[in-house]
């Protein structure tokens, strides 16, 4: 299992690799991260959005997902709340099955 503080670098790697313009302006919250069984919920801000209160400053998705398990960190889907979306991957319910 990761710590906490392995978790944040993978999420900036990840968070980097993305968008190499766009890494200045990315602020890491780890104060702000939470652990779950399936892996943690690392958060993130733009600092103008932090300097500025301005909600269109803001990133759509501040969090990246760092699984437990090694496995790429990601976004979470937007339509799902972080907890919840983590029970899923944690309970094998995550992608769902197509029928």
Request: hydrophobic content about 40%; charged content about 25%; cysteine-free.
């Given at each position: ?6 978790a944040?670098r993978?999420a ?9 313009e766009?890494?200045?302006s990315?602020v ?13 919920a ?9 300097e ?7 990133p759509?998705?501040a969090?990246?997902?760092v ?7 990601h ?8 907890s ?9 319910d ?6």
């Amino acid at each position: 299992m990761l710590d906490k503080e392995r978790a944040v670098r993978s999420a900036a790697e990840f968070l980097k690799a993305l968008n190499p313009e766009r890494w200045p302006s990315r602020v890491m919250l780890p104060d702000e991260s939470e652990e779950f069984p399936y892996g943690w919920a690392i958060r993130y801000d733009n600092k103008e959005h932090i300097e500025t209160g301005n909600l269109a400053l803001k990133p759509f998705t501040a969090v990246v997902i760092v699984p437990h398990d090694g496995s790429t960190a990601h976004f979470p889907p937007s339509h799902l709340r972080v907890s919840e979306y983590m029970a899923l991957r944690a309970a094998g319910d995550w992608p769902p099955a197509r029928h």
